[in-house]
T-cell receptor
């Protein structure tokens, strides 16, 4: 599976958009980009995933660059409850998820 | 909302005891996983199963063992607990086809284990 690089931490003001970047320059054509988050040592929670096209659901938007070497998770209106560690993962169907160190997002009142 | 359960949620136990951490899911998922996570640290895959009677070791070596006799049940056992086993243990399951929304991995709430 491709390796990902994320900033270790970020802050975001409450109500503003949180943009979390992820670099996956070695991604291969059949690998999906997944985002999970983990709130205060609870079990990780699935957020969104995509292959090539941008994706949006009720939680977030995922923007994948045209060359697929990087992506950005967007939380449009961050709340205090969005404070968590966010994991960007790339994998193909046959492989298991590998959780790196993620980005610790702190939403500030 | 994912239907995956872990018991107990918290366990404090003495060295040398045998323990079993329970994990059950009602989604009919074939694939199930056990992760270990120390506070503030990464998740590490220690065991996984792709179906009944299938078990494999994960990326992190663990003295624990698992079994998969029923689709919905994936217990983890430590024959003789030691303080080095103190950690949080997270169970997860996954089912469905690649890329589909039901292919995502769902996690249980975790078991926090403290071995004295």
């Amino acid at each position: 599976d491709a390796k990902t690089t994320q900033p270790p931490s970020m802050d975001c003001a409450e109500g503003r958009a949180a943009n979390l970047p992820c670099n996956h320059s070695t991604i291969s054509g059949n690998e999906y980009v997944y985002w999970y988050r983990q709130i205060h040592s609870q079990g990780p929670q699935y957020i969104i995933h995509g292959l090539k096209n941008n994706e949006t659901n009720e939680m977030a938007s995922l923007i994948i660059t045209e060359d697929r070497k990087s992506s950005t998770l967007i939380l449009p209106h961050a709340t205090l409850r969005d404070t968590a560690v966010y994991y960007c993962i790339v994998r193909s169907g046959a492989n298991n998820l590998f959780f790196g160190t993620g980005t610790r997002l702190t939403v500030i009142p | 909302e994912a239907d995956i359960y872990q018991t107990p949620r918290y366990l404090v136990i003495g060295t040398g005891k045998k323990i079993t951490l329970e994990c059950s899911q009602t989604m009919g998922h074939d694939k199930m996983y056990w992760y270990q996570q120390d506070p503030g640290m990464e998740l590490h895959l220690i065991h996984y199963s792709y179906g009944v009677n299938s078990t494999e070791k994960g990326d992190l070596s663990s003295e624990s063992t698992v079994s998969r006799i029923r689709t919905e049940h994936f217990p983890l056992t430590l024959e003789s607990a030691r303080p080095s086993h103190t950690s949080q243990y997270l169970c997860a399951s996954r089912g469905g086809r690649e890329g589909g929304t039901w292919e995502t991995q769902y996690f249980g709430p975790g078991t926090r284990l403290l071995v004295l």
